[in-house]
């Protein structure tokens, strides 16, 4: 069984650049298939549900290639447009592709989607707004069955500023009929870089990264080349590493405008911070500082993507943190294998309470979603001895290689 293999307890020395981000690769990826010609996209991270989405892609009838990092995709011809179970069922995102099959075919059949582990992830207000765009929904045992001859432009307002609905809407809307108005959208940046993409291709969008969109919905879109902003989740999950593990590291192409949550958190842990254009130098010495009281909200707030490496980092804080999850129900999953490193955390409800340690130590841990794998690899990183972290390919989800930049910081890690 293949699994992470890490000597932790040193300090952090060396850098390593930001892949491209997976948030932003994913719904534009569903949006390709809105135009009926060729996509140039640069910097598309190669993880592994980018690399589902082009096989559900490839499906659909899309020819893609890729030359180096960049993604070459022609749709100009789809013949079909059903996900294909096997993929869909294994990723959250594939019910973005509704939106977008609706726009390019009229119908659509997608299972429900599955993905991270971290609570129930409903899609009722995906479905609620995409009804308010003309479609015709139709729910089966397996998946979900959709008609939307005449996409037309409407004012929908979202009773949660959800990131997928955000982009399920956007993506219907693009090529409807006349004008939508999108209120209380999620504002996360993200949903700036779709929106940015689609404009790239003709599309007639306004006020992304404010709560209220506009979008004039136009019959075509045309070619375009557009490059993949870098992944402000894996930057951060590197930052909080710094802070647990101390030394001096410096990233490349770090979103820092994106950060500013994060990098405040940062700073009260104690974290010296230097930034130039892109790149941000990181250095602390000792055990970070405790956060008293750090709850996760959609944008600008503090991002729950990052609220399990946060947890790893604060286990070996000087003091005591709370922590409050309010996105997910179910994100407090590594508190158990935390525990087994030696980790003081306790959980009541959507609270942590981490008490820190001076110290964890290596043990063999398993991985049971995304985040909370690379929370994972930190505590790894950072505890005394051995480590070794089984379902390794829930972490290759979404980092592009996990292995090498941790290597070029200077940790001792391997994949067996
Ligand atoms: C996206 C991100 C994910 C991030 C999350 C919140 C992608 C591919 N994934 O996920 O990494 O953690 O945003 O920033 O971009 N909800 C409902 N009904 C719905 C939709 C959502 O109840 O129809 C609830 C969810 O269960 C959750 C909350 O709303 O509790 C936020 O979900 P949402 O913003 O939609 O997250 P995702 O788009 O799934």
Redesign the pocket.
Known sequence: MEYLEIVGGNPLCGEACIQGSK?AA?PILSAVILHRGTTVLKNCPKIIDVLYMLEILKGFGCHVRWEGDTLVIDASDLEDCQVAECYGCKM??SIMLLGSLLGRMGNAYVSYPGGCVI????????LAALKKLGAVLLEEAAGLRAVCEKPAGAVVSLP?P????TENVILLAAVAEGVTILENA?R?P?IGELCRFLNSMGARIRGAGTSRIEIVGVKELHDTEFTIMPDRIVAGTYMFMAAAAGGEILLREVPLEQLESVRTVLSHMGVRQEERENTLRLWSTGRPCAVKDIRTS?YPGF???LQSPLLAALSVADGCSIIQET??EARFKIVEELRRMGADIEVEGQKAAVRGVPKLSGTDLTARELRGGAALVLAAATGEGRSRIFQYHYIARGYENIIRDLQSMGIVIQCT
């Open positions: 948030n994913l959250r995102s609570g129930e992830r409903p899609i009722d207000m995906h949660f959800s990131v997928g609905a999620a996360e993200e959609p991002p729950t993507d996105i997910f």
